[in-house]
């Protein structure tokens, strides 16, 4: 399916022509070619965008499912609802009073991993991060957004931009232009399922004691924001949630920690895990053999 970076202020078409240009793994587009090929897009000040075919779309829903009988098809035993309460030198325990042997542990448990060695992740500078997300009601009559959608807002999200020339300057713009959207760390993302549904997303809080519920004026943010980008025919909203996360206060991409041996803790993708976690496994798992 690929991803679309829409550009619609002259910094963040800079950042794309930074980025993208010369890469033979992306595509520059203007802006009448990117309405002929992707029409939902919103022409109005569209300036270009930069195509990349390597982005697919997970529908967790359906995925995790199915990767829990690959797992087991290789042989993986998976308890859940059974969580691990204590960690000892070779064994864990769990609520439900079992303990497990292991010769090696890997703790990857999102920010549950809180529970264990508090002290070791706080001098790892790791924060929580609170996010909300949607997703809509199946499109009509057989919409197709044609890509994964994001915008400007994006550009100054992921740190795969932020080396580029002009991202300091958009970053300046889009804090000046819409401060409500930096307060809350709002970037919008729109990927289309094959039920026809969309996913749409997000914003970041951060912080130890963030307040239960989430902010309805926060889904609105995100829900203009997508507007300026995205022309869909239905925004009606059948799902609301929330995810936390893990991530790093000085902008590491990863956190790998050894608090004893043979233990290995794993978190702060920050946001990424889903793209980095494949690869990240299998050099957690090849530095045990250095």
């Not at 010769?103 to 001098?123: K, N, Q, T, Y």
């Not at 002009?166 to 713009?173: F, G, M, N, P, V």
Request: charged share 20%; glycine share 12%; proline share 6%.
């Amino acid at each position: 399916q690929g991803s679309l970076s829409l550009a619609y202020r002259e910094e963040a078409w800079g950042v794309l022509n930074e980025f993208g240009g010369g890469r033979g793994d992306f595509e520059l587009l203007e802006a009448g070619e990117v309405v002929g090929r992707y029409p939902a897009a919103n022409p109005d000040g569209l300036r270009g965008a930069l195509l990349s075919r390597e982005e697919a779309v997970v529908h967790t829903p359906t995925a995790i499912p199915a990767l829990t009988e690959y797992a087991r098809g290789l042989g993986v035993v998976i308890h859940f609802g059974v969580p691990v309460v204590k960690v000892h030198g070779d064994r864990v325990d769990t609520a439900d009073g079992r303990a497990f042997g292991f010769d090696r542990l890997v703790i990857a448990a999102g920010e549950e991993m809180r529970l264990f060695f508090p002290e070791e992740l706080e001098a790892a500078q790791i924060q929580p991060c609170r996010l909300q997300m949607m997703r809509t009601v199946p499109q009509p009559g057989g919409f197709d957004l044609g890509a994964i959608f994001v915008s400007d807002l994006t550009l100054c999200h992921y740190p795969a931009f932020r080396d580029c020339p002009s991202t300091a300057k958009l970053r300046s713009r889009l804090e000046a232009e819409l401060p409500e959207h930096d307060r809350w760390g709002v970037h919008v993302i729109a990927a289309q399922h094959q039920d026809g549904t969309l996913t749409l997303g997000d914003s970041h809080e951060y912080g130890m004691d963030l307040p239960v519920g989430s902010r309805p004026e926060v889904d609105e943010l995100i829900l203009g924001a997508l507007r300026d980008f995205a022309v869909i025919p239905d925004l009606r909203i059948a799902m609301r949630w929330q995810g936390t996360y893990l991530k790093s206060r000085v902008g590491q991409t990863q956190v790998v920690l050894e608090p004893r041996e043979r233990v290995t803790m794993v978190t702060a993708m920050g946001g990424l895990g889903m793209t980095l976690s494949w690869g990240l496994a299998m050099r957690t798992i090849q530095s045990w053999n250095t």
